[in-house]
């Protein structure tokens, strides 16, 4: 699988990652079994990132992924987050800190490559620009400097002037876009017929600053498969992240992409997205999570077949306009 360097940080990641969130569901309510097999499994197509979370199955995916790691003797490069309740807020730098700490208890580690805050910015459930720059990022450099973690970095969603300062600031070296078919806007211009969020000039910004982007929802939560049905051990009512409305009015936006699949342009709506996400320009990584070792020898599959045609980004920007 294709390697690419993320950003300044210098790491060698796969095209793409390994995500154990709580969507796909396989890290946190799948069997010990499967869950090892599915690792193993992506070691073995050369994945290299791998991305979790204490709020995937509160530390569930965490303890999961920790205990199929040592039984694989796996050290991939390794990602966690850390999202502050709003009664953590009046002791920000103590609230991180404590975080990290029962993250690497519960993945067994000593360090882990990239910590990421992972709560929204600029919106009023999330922290303000104020907080970010003035209370989190001197707790997370903290935490850097102690040897815990090697790179910082942010979920990069809420408003988008709060979003600009932050990237502008240059203090963070990743930044998780949400980036897919229905809302490409990080990396392209957005879909004027869609009503998603629009970060256009953001993924620009981003890179002038030497982030590593990592993409995430690439399937819009799954709607980019183009069925309604769910694997049971995936999140069966998801709220969409930056695109339509709702999940619905996002499957009936990706079976607009139908007729991309009927040329033979890809061959499935899942691999058309993948594809798309995967290879976008300036992307790093692109994670997928998934329900079944199924579903992610699909994604290897369709990863192994390259990026799209230029004639295929350009008809997909015209059947959603």
């Given amino acids: 699988m294709e390697q690419r360097v993320l950003g300044r940080t210098g790491l060698t990641v796969s095209a793409l990652g390994y995500g154990a969130g709580a969507v796909g ?53 390794l990602g966690t987050k850390v999202r502050l309740p709003a009664e953590a807020r009046g002791d920000i730098g103590g609230a991180i800190a404590a975080s990290l700490e029962a993250s690497l208890r519960r993945l067994g580690r000593e360090s882990v490559e990239l910590f990421q805050l992972h709560d929204e910015i600029g919106t009023p459930e999330g922290l303000t620009v104020e907080q970010v720059l003035g209370e989190a990022v001197p707790a997370l450099q903290r935490l850097q400097r102690q040897g815990k973690c090697r790179f910082l970095g942010i979920t990069a969603l809420g408003e988008v002037p709060a979003l600009r300062a932050v990237l502008e600031s240059g203090v963070f070296d990743t930044a998780q876009i949400p980036f897919n078919a229905l809302n490409p806007s990080w990396l392209a211009p957005g879909h004027p017929g869609l009503p998603a969020q629009d970060f256009t000039g953001l993924g620009a910004l981003a890179a002038a600053r030497g982030m590593g982007l990592i993409g995430i929802r690439i399937l819009a939560a799954g709607a980019l498969s183009g069925e309604a049905g769910r694997h049971p051990v995936a999140m069966q009512a998801v709220a969409p992240i930056a695109s339509g409305p709702s999940y619905e009015a996002d499957l009936a936006a990706a079976r607009r992409l139908l007729p991309l699949v009927e040329a033979g342009m890809a061959g499935s709506l899942a691999e058309l997205a993948i594809r798309h996400a995967a290879f976008a320009p300036g992307m790093g990584c692109a994670l997928i999570g998934t329900a079944s070792v199924e579903q992610l020898e699909a994604a290897i599959a369709a990863v192994e077949k390259g990026p799209l045609s230029p004639g295929a980004v350009e008809r997909m920007g015209a059947l959603l306009a």
């Fill in 25 to 77: 569901g396989l890290m946190v309510r799948g069997s010990p079994a499967e869950q090892e097999r599915s690792l193993a499994r992506a070691f073995e197509a050369g994945i290299t990132y791998v991305d979790t979370a204490p709020l995937y199955g509160n530390g569930e995916s965490e303890k999961n992924l920790g205990r199929a790691l040592r039984a694989l003797g796996a050290e991939p490069v």
